[in-house]
Antibody, heavy 120, light 109 residues
Framework: EVQLVESGGGLVKPGGSLRLSCAAS????????MNWVRQAPGKGLEWISS????????YYADSVRGRFTISRDNAQNSLYLQMNSLRGEDTALYFCARPVDMATIGFEYWGQGTLVTVSS | EILLTQSPATLSLSPGERATLSCRAS??????LAWYQQKPGQAPRLLIY???KRATGIPARFRGSGSGTDFTLTISSLEPEDFAVYYC???????????FGGGTQVEIK
């Protein structure tokens, strides 16, 4: 069974940092690109970052580029999101997500999310 | 950046009725279009990918169609569990980006 479990969320002051983790199991983690998607309270979905299986290709949404860094450890079956210079508008539920396959749009598996609250 | 506009924002229908949801892209997205369903307190659920392919376990009442810039999700006969928010998503390669639409709330009339 495919499982994605996020952790690391919490309350942080504006300008602060946080590192999110996503533990993957039930599939060959090193064979899939992985993604972070967030959802602000009561709002829609926002894709924020993708990383290819070998970490060669990394992409960010404009809203987080230069502040957030995605990474992965295939040996540990883990995905990470280092978030720096956090702002109030970064307050959201952060999901990690796995696509159907390498070539296909469509996030077939999602974690339950970890909540990040940026407030003084 | 490609923008996705979903309409209507809210769709009020009764169980058994047909639901037609629209997703319009600001430029062509080829076949890189997916649809999701999200219920309160849950992660999104993939329904359709590559415009018209149903994800594993998705009932046949969900159908995706369209091309270029105009896409449609049709639910042929609404079941009680189908009342939820639906999002479309696109992917572009130049520059590499993924975008979600703003969502359509399908509510019980």
């Amino acid at each position: 069974e495919v499982q994605l479990v996020e952790s690391g969320g919490g309350l942080v002051k504006p300008g602060g940092s946080l590192r999110l983790s996503c533990a993957a199991s039930g599939f060959s983690f090193s064979s899939y690109s992985m993604n972070w998607v967030r959802q602000a309270p009561g709002k829609g979905l926002e894709w924020i970052s993708s990383i290819s299986p070998g970490s060669r290709y990394i992409y960010y949404a404009d809203s987080v580029r230069g502040r957030f860094t995605i990474s992965r450890d295939n040996a540990q079956n883990s995905l990470y999101l280092q978030m720096n210079s956090l702002r109030g508008e970064d307050t959201a539920l952060y999901f990690c997500a796995r696509p159907v396959d390498m070539a296909t749009i469509g996030f077939e598996y999602w974690g339950q999310g970890t909540l990040v609250t940026v407030s003084s | 950046e490609i923008l996705l506009t979903q309409s209507p924002a809210t769709l009020s229908l009764s169980p058994g009725e047909r639901a037609t949801l629209s997703c319009r892209a600001s430029q062509s997205v080829s076949s890189n279009l997916a649809w999701y369903q999200q219920k309160p307190g849950q992660a999104p659920r993939l329904l359709i990918y590559e415009v018209s392919k149903r994800a594993t376990g998705i009932p046949a009442r969900f159908r995706g169609s369209g091309s270029g810039t105009d896409f449609t999700l049709t639910i042929s006969s609404l079941e009680p569990e189908d009342f939820a928010v639906y999002y479309c998503q696109q992917r572009t390669s130049s520059p590499p980006s993924l975008t979600f639409g703003g969502g359509t709330q399908v509510e019980i009339k």
